[in-house]
């Protein structure tokens, strides 16, 4: 894990969580770290969780461990047993009005089982909170019960922050109870009770009678109102002036999504209770429905200042979403030694004759973490990383996704995996043909719902929206179609372009490209289908089309097609030979056939995509050839000779020397 994004991360959460600062310390922030499956997002969780000295209650829980149906209460029974241990420099948060809240709610009572039972039960409660050896007994097997239903097996000494381990201890707790949890309970279900008594005999009342969201939320009102309480109480032998931590991953996941939604939605915050939470979904579901009202900051800039800034356009919300490694889609002209890949390089304990196999990882990857650690382990379990001019080099990079991975399958099975997670097997299809796409835009995407039942089609629309696979940017405030993750989309594609395609899905290359090109050329969308023919390796069509194309004064939307059609993926860009349509065209006779040219998009196909030129041998052919067309152009001729010195100091900076250290 990167010691950057820690201490971006500890910097940030520090911050947060000071209570001396300006502001109302109780309204916080909700963190929510975005991250795709193989992120740094869970391991910068668990980093937190073992910071020394955090001088506040901390607790961690990984939603994905947590049962679907789990109630939000019963997820803050779990907190409140991990927020109750002592701390140094604290001692204990204690729950009181939360014990007597889940005492209540153990014990449903149907109102109409008999005359008189509200009565009854009353009398009952007030009776437990006396000192005798009834009320002690109660307090005894409450404990036990709470521990139970927090998963704890054998005896308790100490439950939600507690003491129930003797009778002094004991006698202790009620009178918290009977102090500070009765008191809360006169008007802590929302209207005022003379008799808090009454309150909790209500509580259970509407347990009964199955109104679980109004019981949970009382019951997680309690819980931070326990919490503030510990804050709020008075002078303590050292300042409580650090907010106590939740450290929830896997957020998305039903339960610690009901829990976090019904935390988010207390009139009077959560403070001091700082939420940092890790998904691999859009989380909270609003980012999902308005990507480009929430557009997450960048882990290096989050601050609370940008998270106040952002709350007007997000209706007020206190989620704050934070990117813990945004995709780093870098150029096909980017150098071998830039920063990112020095960093890189430095942190691998590697040497600088291995920059450019690790600027090859780093933009096959587009910087995702565990797609890096993937690419090295291949690396590694087949010859380790190569040297720039290894003439023994033991493989070649355009066949690393070929190659077999740490789990004995290919690299590309392996990537294939992780990104369907734990989304149902049925929309393996819908994947692969979505990593076909130009873009995830509904016209892009209505072929391939269209060729599955409603149900999977809904699940393939619900992965698109939800899913940190896929890619959401904003240009000048408009949200741009969403996309694949780079690295899923090389992966899957190379997948598919094995021979035989995807025998199991009855998919092949040519199939899918057509089932998604016949569909484009119906509505008219010019580079839909250049690209699918492109993908399909018809070099002559796609070099025609883009003649006809041409606009020799001002060329600059054409070339911004000419990139955004060369992006195309490739079947196989290991095979290096004369069964490979591309290098047959590199090796023919250079006349032209148009005056845009099959060698021009063919080679700057197979320098768009790193897996088709490892090397940057093709840069020097597309400067070529680009210099070539700048003659056929009139008023476009400096512009595009200004595009041919780009990919001219591409070949200069991977051809030159840069050191051995």
């Known amino acids: 894990m990167s010691d950057d994004r820690e201490e971006d991360l500890h910097r940030f959460v520090r911050g947060c969580a000071a209570r001396d600062g300006n502001g109302d310390g109780d309204d916080l922030p909700i963190v929510v770290l975005w991250g795709s499956r193989g992120s740094e997002g869970s391991d910068l969780l668990r980093h937190l969780q073992s910071v020394e000295h955090w001088p506040a209650p901390r607790a961690h829980l990984d939603g994905e461990r947590l049962p679907t149906d789990l109630r939000p209460h019963r997820v803050a029974n779990q907190l409140a047993f991990q927020l109750g241990r002592r701390v140094p420099r604290f001692g204990r948060a204690r729950f009181p009005r939360f014990f007597l809240g889940m005492g209540a709610v153990r014990e449903p009572l149907d109102p109409d089982s008999g005359p008189g039972v509200r009565d009854a039960r009353r009398a009952l409660i007030t009776s437990r909170l006396r000192n005798r050896p009834d009320g002690r007994n109660w307090v005894r097997e409450s404990a036990e019960a709470l521990a139970g239903v927090a998963g704890l097996d054998g005896p308790v000494t100490n439950v939600v922050g507690l003491a129930v381990d003797g ?54 009102r309690a819980f931070v109102a326990d919490l503030r309480g510990e804050f709020d109480g008075g002078v303590t032998l050292y300042g409580r002036r650090t907010d106590a931590l939740v450290l929830l991953d896997n957020v998305g996941t039903p339960a610690a999504r009901r829990f976090l939604t019904m935390l988010s939605e207390q009139p009077d915050g959560s403070g001091p209770l700082l939420v940092v939470a890790a998904s691999h979904q859009r989380f909270p579901p609003d980012a999902a429905e308005r990507p480009a009202d929430w557009q997450p900051d960048p882990l290096a800039e989050a601050s609370t200042d940008r998270w106040s800034a952002r709350r007007a356009a997000r209706a007020g919300s206190r989620f704050y979403p934070v990117w813990v490694d945004p995709i780093d889609d870098v150029p096909p002209t980017a150098g071998p030694t830039r920063p990112e890949v020095r960093a890189e390089t430095k942190r691998r304990d590697l040497r600088a004759a291995q920059f450019p196999a690790v600027a090859f990882a780093h933009r096959l990857t587009a910087a995702h973490p565990a797609g890096l650690n993937m690419v090295f382990e291949t690396f590694r379990r087949n010859g380790g990383v190569p040297d720039h001019g290894d003439g023994a080099a033991r493989y070649d990079l355009r066949g690393v996704l070929g190659m077999e991975h740490s789990t004995g399958r290919s690299l590309d099975d392996a990537v294939f995996d992780l990104v369907l997670g734990p989304w149902a097997n049925e929309i393996r299809r819908g994947l692969v043909l979505m990593a076909m796409t130009v873009d995830l835009s509904d016209a892009a995407i209505a072929p391939i719902l269209n060729t599955e039942n409603q149900l999977v089609a809904k699940l393939i629309t619900e992965f698109r929206a939800n899913d940190l696979w896929v890619a959401r940017t904003v240009a000048d405030g408009v949200a741009q179609p969403p996309r694949m993750h780079p690295f899923a989309l090389r992966a899957i594609a190379h997948r598919l372009g094995r021979e035989g395609g995807i025998a199991e899905l009855d998919l092949r290359w040519d199939q899918a490209h057509e089932l998604l090109r ?96 490892p090397s940057h041998e093709m840069c020097a052919i597309v400067a070529r050839e680009l210099g070539e067309l700048a003659g056929h152009a009139d008023a476009g001729t400096a512009f595009l000779l200004a595009r041919s010195s780009e990919f001219e100091r591409c070949w200069n900076r991977w051809h030159s020397r840069w050191g051995e250290s």
């Open 518 to 613: 016949i569909p484009a050329a119906a509505r008219d969308d010019q580079r839909a289908v250049l690209y699918h023919e492109l993908a399909l390796g018809r070099l002559a069509a796609v070099a025609t089309r883009l003649t006809e194309m041409f606009d020799p004064v001002d060329p600059r939307y054409w070339y911004e097609l000419l990139l955004q059609v060369a992006v195309a993926p490739l079947a196989r860009p290991d095979r290096a030979d004369g069964a490979n349509a591309h290098w047959a065209e590199l090796a023919a006779d250079p006349a032209p056939e148009t005056v845009v040219t099959r060698r021009l998009v063919a080679a700057l196909q197979l320098h768009t995509d790193p897996l088709g030129d």
């Open 167 to 220: 009778v002094v201890e004991v006698v202790r707790t009620i009178s918290l109870l009977r102090s500070a949890g009765m008191r809360w309970y006169q008007d802590g279900l929302g209207f005022r009770t003379p008799d808090p008594a009454d309150a909790l005999v209500e509580l259970s009342v509407q347990e009964f009678l199955g109104n679980h969201e109004w019981v949970d939320d009382v019951l997680c």
